[in-house]
C-alpha cells in the first residue's frame, strides 16, 4: 500500500474538515491516528469514517491542553511521521464574547503539541488547518497569498494569525520539522456517501447549514445579511469550496512535505475554488440542484462581513499539484442528502 510507511496523526480528526480529511488519508494508505477531546463532535463520527472507509481507525480521546496527557500520548506515539492539526475552537462570534477560551484551547493545544513532537528528535511534517480570516478585510480580491496580514478581525482569526508564527519560528529553529500552513476560505458540502458532514450543534452561524436547515424546515427562513454592499447583487461574495477538495489539499500538502528535502520548509497555500459568489446567487443555485424554493428575506449586514474574499489558488495549483474540482452546485447538493440523511427524511 502506497504511504503505508508514514504514520499521520490527525488532531481533530472527528470534527468536520478533520473527518474528511481522515478518509481521504485512508484512500491514500496513510496509516492514521486520530485524536479528538469530542467537544464539538461525537464519536458516531468514528462510526461513520470507519463505515465509510470499512476499516477501524485507530482513535485516542485526548484534550491536548492537558500537558501531561499530550506527553504520554506522544510518548506512547514516537514513529510519527506527519501531523495535520484541526483541532482549535472555530466560532468566529463565541471568540468575540469569550476570546480567554479561544486562546487558551488554540494556542496552548498548538505549543503543548508541538514541544512534545520537538523533544521526539525526528522529522516531522506538519500541516496547520489555518484560515482566510488571517487577511481581515482584502485589499485585493481575488486574494493571494501576498495579501498583507492585517489585524484580526477576531480572537478566532488572531488565534490562526498567532498559530502560523509560531510554526513559522518553530520551523525556522527546528531542521526536524517542515509545515505547510493551509488557508480555508468557505468549506461547504458533506462526503458523497452523506455519512459524514458539518454536524449541526446549535443556531448555525454559517450561511449553508443555516440554508440547509431552512430546506427541510428547522429553520423558517433565511435572513440575507445585507443586499447593499458593491457586488454584482448588492450581496457579499465569498470562495465555497466543497470539504472533499479541501481534504484532498491535505493529502497534496502531506505529499509535498514528504518530498521536500529543503531544511527548514515552511509555506502557506490558499485553498479555494478561486471563484466569488454571492449569497443571492448561492440561494438560487441551491433552488435549482435541488428543486427547493428557499424561504428567506433580506436583513440588516452582519457586522464584521467584508463584501468581496475569495481566492487566487494559483500557487497552491503550482505548488501542491492541487486544484478544486466540485462545482458550488456539487457542494450544495451533497449538503442537502446530508442534511436530509440525518433528519432521516426523504422530502
Ligand atoms: C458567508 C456569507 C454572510 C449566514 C466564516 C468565518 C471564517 C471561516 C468560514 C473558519 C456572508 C452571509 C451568513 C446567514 C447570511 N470559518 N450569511 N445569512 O463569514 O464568510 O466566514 O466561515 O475558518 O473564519 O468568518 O462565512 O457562512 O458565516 O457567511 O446572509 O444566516 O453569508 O453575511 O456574506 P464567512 P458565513
Redesign the pocket.
Known sequence: MKNSMSKILVTGGLGYIGSHTVVELHNQGYEIIIVDDLSNTSLDVLKRINKITNSSINYVNLDLKNVEATKIFISENNDIDGVIHFAAS?A?GESVDNPLKYYINNISSLTNLLNELKDLNKKINFIFSS???VYGKPINVPITELEPIKNA??P??NT?QIGEEIIRDLVNSNSNFKAISLR????IGAHLSAMIGELPIGV?????P?ITQTAIGIRKE?????NDYLTIDG??L?DYIHVVDLAKAHIKSLDKLISNDDKNYYDTFNIGTGKGTS?LE?IKSFENVTGNKLNFKI?D??K??VAE?FADVSKANKFLNWNSEFSVEDSLLSSWNWEKNINNEKL
Open positions: 472555530k468566529v484560515s482566510a480570516t478581525e477576531s478566532y482569526g490562526k480555508y476560505f468557505n468549506p448555525p452561524q454559517n450561511l449553508v443555516y433565511l435572513t440575507v445579511f445585507g450581496s457579499c465569498r449569497v448561492l436583513g449586514r452582519r464584521g462581513d474574499c
